[in-house]
Nanobody, 120 residues
Framework: QVQLVESGGGLVQAGESLRLSCAAS????????MGWYRQAPGKQRELVAT???????NYADSVKGRFTISRDNAKNTVYLQMNSLKPEDTAVYSC??????????????WGQGAQVTVSS
């Protein structure tokens, strides 16, 4: 059993900042890649950013230069610092973790999602 708990969502005005956190708990061998995805109403889910275990990041073009993904392996936590937020960033943001179990099975786990609303 692996649980991902997200925090940090909320309502902000355009140009402001938010930081999302996602902490993994449970029993597992290792977390490899982690990432953030988002989905707006009526639209498909899209990748926002991913980060490897050694902290190599990858960003969607739409957020590059504004968002920063990071992680703390000791805390099993991934963060998404969102600066210069735009109304088009409004979405439910979901945390993903690729987890290797104690018996070597790799599975993706998801948080329940955090609402981010950016008003204009």
């Amino acid at each position: 059993q692996v649980q991902l708990v997200e925090s940090g969502g909320g309502l902000v005005q355009a140009g402001e900042s938010l930081r999302l956190s996602c902490a993994a708990s449970g029993s597992f061998f290792r977390i490899n890649d982690m990432g953030w995805y988002r989905q707006a109403p009526g639209k498909q889910r899209e990748l926002v950013a991913t980060i490897t275990r050694t902290s190599s990041p990858n960003y969607a073009d739409s957020v590059k230069g504004r968002f920063t993904i990071s992680r703390d392996n000791a805390k099993n936590t991934v963060y998404l610092q969102m600066n210069s937020l735009k109304p088009e960033d409004t979405a439910v943001y979901s945390c993903n973790a690729r987890v290797v179990s104690l018996i070597g099975v790799t599975s993706d786990y998801w948080g329940q999602g955090a609402q981010v609303t950016v008003s204009s």
